[in-house]
């Protein structure tokens, strides 16, 4: 909090409030996201954290107390009023509108603290507030702390964690570039080119729809950088234009653009809420569609058209089917009853994908039987494999409610081929099968190579 309350005090022009002021919004986000920082000790930190910085940079001791308790009131108000909406109104944990509950805390909280400094800061020594304009502060504060929520906030919020970061470099390099990714960000950087070159009332307005063509194509991290550097840029361009060209409306004015910039970063922000809910909500429902949705394992269509593909992919050199069926499945499930059956059926499927790997294709072919594509696999690993599987599932016991763990068993049959092939999908899967029946005839409980 000290640091950041120094960089805020160090964007204040002689005599008045901050240009910017980030320690605010970077407090509220910490206790949002972190909500075992709402401790007496935190708090005491953040206070000393805000009261060294105003008394280091020259302000008096009265002063420093009163600006500390307003950033106080303005925080803690917020948090207050964020957590009772989304304990009271279950509406806002999910979906686009998650954000509501934000906006209408920061409106409220920024109103609070507003309210708490044109009533306190002009009335104590050393002041730099006047008793005479306390309407046009309060805007100026409001706009101003609003402004700097909208800017900061979802930065911190946005954050990734560090096992994402860490999965971000493990996994750069598996990840190819696309330079059509950067368009919108280069549009973003062009508009503001634009803006800065030809200011005028319409300036704000420039940027608008490269920041939607951004915000429905970048995460919401990244959003959030870009978002922060617009409205950073604009409001330091803008302001300082109106402020060469203005002489006694500066403030009216500055604060129109304080609250232009808000709605604008606001827009920005929930519009990619809304683009990154939708897609995933679409890799939701892509998921269904081709998963089975109690085994969790691919379905027939999805597995029929991602084995065509490598069947005839050169990336390829050789694969095994594995035709996989639970021994004296419809025996019980009329001892123990359908449930117990989809407890085997879940219980199975995860045994399976323990021994496969994460490009191996599993599938539910129907039923009690599945179907497994090992990818540049020979006959004896495909075996090991198939053996591995039979031994560890006769080795288990399934737990079924009340009644006795019991124990299943799996016949299996795998067939070889080398790819690319001009073979139909079905040619190998039936070669398969074939080898499947030939384990149960055999008495069940083992695998035959086809």
Known sequence: MFSAALIGIFTRPLAYSAFFWPANPVFLGLLIRF????????????????MIADLLTGNGLALAF?????????????????????????????????????????????????TFAVNTIPYVPGTFMSKTQLLVDFTNWWSGEFLNAVIVLPLVLAFPKLIEIK?????????SFNPFDALPFIAVILSMILTHSYYGPGALLYPLATLVWAASIYSLF???????????????????????????????EITSIRIGLAILGLATIVLCIISQNRKLLFKEIYYLANHDTLTDTMNRRSFIRLNEQRLTSKKYKEACFLMLDIDFFKKLNDNYGHHAGDIVLKKFADIVKENL???????????????????????????????RIRVQLSETF?????????????????????????LELQQPINTADQALYRAKDSGRNCVVLA
């Open 35 to 50: 909500p075992r920082m709402r401790t007496a000790s935190a708090l005491w930190g953040a206070f000393s954290g805000y």
């Open 66 to 114: 009163i600006l500390t308790m307003t950033n106080f009131v303005a925080v803690l108000s917020t948090i207050s009023i964020l957590v009772y909406i989304q304990n009271q109104f279950k509406y806002f944990k999910d979906g686009p509108q998650i954000i509501y509950p934000y906006i209408f805390a920061l409106i409220l909280g920024t109103l609070i603290g507003s």
């Open 357 to 387: 790997r994460s490009e191996d294709l599993f599938c539910r072919h129907g039923g009690e039987e599945f179907v497994v594509l090992l990818s540049n696999v020979d006959k004896e690993e495909a075996l090991m494999i198939a053996e």
């Open 167 to 175: 999965h971000f470099f493990i996994n750069k390099r598996s990840r």
């Open 398 to 422: 399934i737990h079924i409610e009340q009644e006795n763990p019991i124990k299943i068993t799996v016949s299996m049959g795998v067939t070889h081929t080398y790819l690319p092939s001009r």
């Open 222 to 252: 990244n959003i959030a950088i870009i978002n922060s550097f617009v409205c950073l840029t604009l409001y330091h361009s803008v302001s300082y234009l109106y402020l060469y060209d203005t002489t006694n409306s500066f403030l009216k």
